[in-house]
């Protein structure tokens, strides 16, 4: 087996040892191979990197801050607690730092219409916004259901242009919504690219955004030398798809003193069934282009999932997450929506912050972790978005409970 610290995944067939691949339509397999071809050189090019960068600072507000979080490390007592501010990102979260990639992808690929799915809306928005940022057309396919419960973002991608299509097979939501953008996809491979939101589907997406979102890690490895001229024990992250996680960890991997906890959600309870901890639950099988751990029910139909937070409401993870697991190279945890919820309110009262309910699962892990640390050690909390958007939640869920 290839040692960590030669980290080269995913391989020539876009696997990352049994997972990931592409299954795909036939339709599809020379618009992949293009998109790999043209991205392998891409990425090479000093001026395609100069253009991403000068978008992720003079855009995005890049580099976000790596905050020490003085007070939450007092509540503890134990390792020093860092948090890593994509919360500050242009729209509130860590999904510009791969749309912008991705836009630039297309422009280079003379692409002029640009698709993307999405569940919760994040994504959508992100899309809408570099679509209007290079004038480019925007179809947005999302789940009837999801159209109804995310009015807003709706309503934002609207405001940026973007058309918004809601789909009503099936659920109703983002698995549906993803089969809808892989139709329209195969109908206009032509002039059409389709920007995923996480890294998950057909190779060569796993790798291209995790390559984007790569940023966060890389920068995080710089600062904390600066900070601290030491490295970080611990990096802790949500996993939806599993793109801010792997953002982070990616540029450590090699860093065999620095453990990596991924955390999903457990919802009510992983007995429940109403719950979508993907890696601590699920069985590998395929499902939207990739080999993965997926929630699935015995006969192979995709298993109904839930969070409080709709951006870890997915039944699949980013293949690369799933190697990473039978590799014991991280460890993947989950938390209750309860749980999430409190570190919600921990995070806000202690520092200011108030966190998407998505990265409060990650917060969420500390009373789990902080005990056994020491007060050498430094622990980096990914911050992934901002609560803002959670505001009708959490008031249905904390009104009351609060002074
Ligand atoms: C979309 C989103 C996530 C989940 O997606 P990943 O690909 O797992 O990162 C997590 N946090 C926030 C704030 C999001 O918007």
Redesign the pocket.
């Known amino acids: 087996m290839q040692p960590l610290s030669a980290y080269k995944w995913p391989d020539a067939q876009g696997k990352f040892g049994d997972y990931g691949g592409k299954y795909i339509p036939e339709t599809l397999v020379s618009a992949l191979e293009h998109l790999d071809t043209v991205y392998n050189q891409l990425k090479q090019q000093p001026s395609f990197q100069n253009e991403l960068q000068d978008l992720q600072n003079n855009y995005n507000g890049r580099p976000t801050p790596l905050s020490f979080a003085s007070r939450l490390t007092e509540y503890y007592g134990k390792a020093k607690i860092y948090l890593k501010r ?2 500050l990102c242009h729209t ?4 510009l730092n791969n749309t912008l990639g991705q836009i630039l992808l297309a422009k280079h690929t003379g692409k002029k219409r640009i698709i993307a799915e999405t569940g ?1 809306g ?2 959508g928005v992100a899309t809408a916004t570099v679509c209007a940022k290079f004038g480019l057309q925007c179809v947005v396919y999302m789940g009837k259901l999801d159209t109804q419960r995310q009015q807003m973002n709706v309503f934002r991608m609207k405001m940026l242009g973007a058309e918004v299509r809601p789909v009503s097979s099936g659920m109703q939501t983002l698995k549906d919504a993803t089969n809808e953008a892989i139709r329209d996809w195969v109908a206009n491979v032509d002039d059409t690219h389709y920007i995923i ?4 589907g057909p190779h060569p997406y796993p790798a291209i ?1 995790r390559d984007f ?1 790569s940023i966060i890690g890389r920068e995080t490895r710089q600062q904390i030398r600066q900070i601290e001229n030491a490295f970080p024990d611990y990096l802790l ?9 792997i ?1 982070m960890f990616y540029p450590f991997m090699a860093d065999e003193s620095v453990n990596m906890v991924g955390v999903e959600a457990a919802g009510q309870g992983i007995e429940s069934q109403k719950h979508c901890a993907t890696l601590s639950m699920g069985t590998p099988g395929i499902f939207q282009g990739m080999r993965t751990y997926l929630l699935q029910a015995a006969e192979g139909q995709i298993a109904e999932v839930h969070s409080i ?1 709709a ?2 409401d ?1 039944p699949g993870v ?1 293949p690369e997450h799933s190697f990473l697991k039978d590799r014991k190279r991280v460890t993947y945890r989950s938390v209750s929506d309860e749980e999430a919820l409190q570190a919600s309110v921990l995070l806000a009262q202690n520092e200011g912050i108030l ?2 309910l ?2 409060a699962h990650a917060v969420a892990y500390l009373p789990y972790l902080m005990p056994s640390t020491t007060r050498e050690q430094i622990v980096i909390i990914n911050i ?3 609560g803002d ?1 959670d505001l009708n939640t959490l008031i249905k869920n904390l009104d009351g409970s609060l002074l």
């Not at 939101?197 to 998950?200: E, F, I």
């Open positions: 994509e919360d509130g979260a860590h999904k919760a994040q994504h939101g996480s890294v998950v955004v979102q992250a949500c996993v939806g798809g599993g793109s801010n996680a953002g937070s951006g870890l997915y980013g966190p998407a998505e990265t992934s978005g901002r958007k």
